[in-house]
């Protein structure tokens, strides 16, 4: 989402020029409406991934992070780092006679898991659940056995829906934002 002093400016209005005389004003209300937004956004995004993936809020969250706008520079990030899958035991993974099941999108049923997933995506012999983790082993002998996680949450991130909601988002936030934080520092100055 691209937000700047002139989406500050137009939704201002009248009270641009008051804010504006102010030392730093404008910079200060970007700055703090800014920051408001990209954590809407990080919201809006961990919505759309737990819409389509049965995954806990948590984790989906944690692999999240914000950048936070500073004056200088007046630009706040939404980064996605890390492991962008998570172990599998946190998709609901449950031991059964043939295996481990987990639940991976909404709506749909339990799967069984079979293979590893991944780039070197290879057939399990069997899937287990030991020490609160799922692991599998690809040999007939016991090891060696590999930790399992779930898919990637990149898929839904890079999905123009995805980036038409955060946009959307963002701008209704820095909207709001801009009038309370530019109405909060001239009442610091009244006072």
């Known amino acids: 989402a691209r937000l700047d002093t002139f989406h500050a400016k137009h939704v201002l209005g009248e009270l641009y020029r008051k804010v504006e005389r102010l030392p730093n004003g404008i910079e200060r209300v970007v700055v703090h409406s800014l920051n408001r937004a990209i954590y809407a956004m990080r919201t809006e995004t961990s919505k759309a991934i737990r819409e389509e993936y049965a995954a ?32 599998l035991i946190r998709w609901g993974a449950k031991p059964t006679k043939k295996g481990v099941t987990v639940k991976i999108r909404q709506g749909a049923g339990r799967k069984l898991i079979s293979t590893t997933g991944g780039k070197k995506d290879r057939p399990l012999l069997g899937a287990f659940i030991a020490k609160g983790e799922v692991y599998g082993r690809t040999q007939k002998a016991s090891y060696p056995i590999v930790r399992l996680y779930g898919p990637s949450f990149l898929s ?6 995805t980036r038409f909601r955060q946009q959307v988002r963002a701008e209704e936030i820095f909207s709001k934002r801009v009038l309370v934080e530019a109405n909060r520092i001239l009442d610091k100055v009244k006072a």
Do not use: F, Q
């Open 56 to 87: 806990p809020k948590k984790d989906v969250d944690a692999t999240m992070w914000v950048r936070h706008a500073r004056p200088g520079t007046k630009i706040a990030v939404l980064y996605a780092r890390g492991r962008m899958s998570i172990p």
């Open 156 to 161: 839904v991130l890079g999905r123009p829906e």
